[in-house]
């Protein structure tokens, strides 16, 4: 069991992306889920996360150009960015905030992770 994420890839500024995110745990549906990423010689920043009754939060850097949804039935996470910039470059990862029996205010998993590039 694990999560992966697709859809990144290389894209102009201005241009927009879909990530997604696999997970096949039967507890999908009632696990909080985030987007975070990661761009090289930076720390790791929280971009989005979305409760089990579809809740959201987003970072102010994500605001108005990205949006988080999910798909309880398919087990699918999304990540839905337009207007990308340059600085939205980075590693994307997609995390759950319970994994086995915990759950937490803290991402308890992640996945491997997709590369968004965007060129100016």
């Known amino acids: 069991v694990q999560l992966v994420e697709s859809g990144g890839g290389l894209v102009q500024a201005g241009g927009s992306l879909r990530l997604s995110c696999a997970d096949s745990r039967s507890i999908f549906s009632t696990s909080p889920m985030g987007w975070s990423r990661q761009a090289p010689g930076k720390q790791r920043e929280l971009v989005a996360t979305?409760?089990?009754?579809?809740?959201?939060y987003y970072a102010d850097s994500a605001k108005g150009r990205f949006s988080i949804s999910r798909d309880n039935v398919m087990g699918k996470l999304y990540l839905q960015m337009n207007s990308l910039k340059p600085e939205d470059t980075a590693m994307y990862y997609c995390?759950?905030?319970?994994?086995?029996?915990?759950?937490?205010?803290?991402?308890?998993?992640w996945g491997q992770g997709t590369q968004v590039t965007v060129s100016s």
């Open positions: 995390v759950t905030y319970c994994w086995g029996s915990v759950c937490s205010d803290q991402p308890q998993k």
């Open positions: 979305i409760g089990a009754e579809g809740r959201t």
